[in-house]
């Protein structure tokens, strides 16, 4: 079992006690047995979902102080493609900490796996065999929802976890989970860490323009900039595409520019007949400067970690309803 140190993971050997698939519940027995004074946790199954190679660390590494936050099973899935022999390697573990009379240990079961060869038949029977039964199941896809994320799994799901800001094709996937929405088998919930990122300075900008002469000043609104990092194109139009929705009917012009930053979004500015107005990331806030305030306000800024982007996003869970709606608004954006 791990300890209340996050590992060090450099080899195999640290996701645990190396099993044969069909062996799983075995080992899990096992490993109960020799750590009879643990207490078992389970409020959910977290499976995530990849195909980079060495995944398995570096998610084990991310998910520790996920578990200290959320008990759950974990269930870590590593594809390989590039594979003739299709078989699956897998590895049993167990997070572990404190519980709070700071004696008895709370422990959170990890099952690692690497396919090599893949199928989707193969994701999904991997996958439904080892859950933690009539637990709500969430899923993060770290991968392109390809052909890979086919009906026979997103039918299954409560939550889906995803993260545009590493896509690729970011259009071609925002339009498959568009499509994949209309699809009356699914119910999940859709949960981009990518807009989450955002959270904070969405928060911020509401409560900038409870400002009566800031409202009034949307009045000669013509054009919001947006200044990202590089690789944040996603982040920014997720940004863009709110702002036009609230905005809503104005229609200002919006553009975007990267920054040597390392912020996601560290400018934004609403351009109108005066002085604009700007939000600003100044670490650890954003700074809030409208022209009738003599100092600039300053509110919490947003973290990039993806290990507190997942632990917030689970812990304020939501719908999401609007999501989709400006999804649909950022391809208007994109074209």
Known sequence: MTTDLAPLLDHDSALGQSTEPSEINAALKALWKENETATRASLMNLVIYSEEADALKANTQLVYGLTLEHACRVLLIEAQFDSSDKHTESWVTAHCSLGPDGRKAVCCEQLAFRMHGFSPARLS???????????????????????????????????LV?????WRNARADFERLLEIRNDPTQRFVVHDLNWTRTFHLRLAIAAGFEDPQALRNLESLSKIAVTHAHGHETTAQLLGAWLLERLHPVEPEISFQASQNNQPISQVLFHHTGEPMRFEFTAPFYSWTSCSESAPRLFPADSNDLSSLLIDQLGRGGNNAAYCRHIRRLLSLST
């Open 162 to 166: 995803i993260d545009s800001q590493n």
């Open 125 to 159: 029977n991997l996958l439904f065999a080892n859950l933690d039964s009539d637990l709500p199941l969430v899923l993060w896809w770290q991968a392109p929802l390809s052909g890979s994320f086919d009906q026979g799994l997103y039918s299954r799901i409560d939550r």
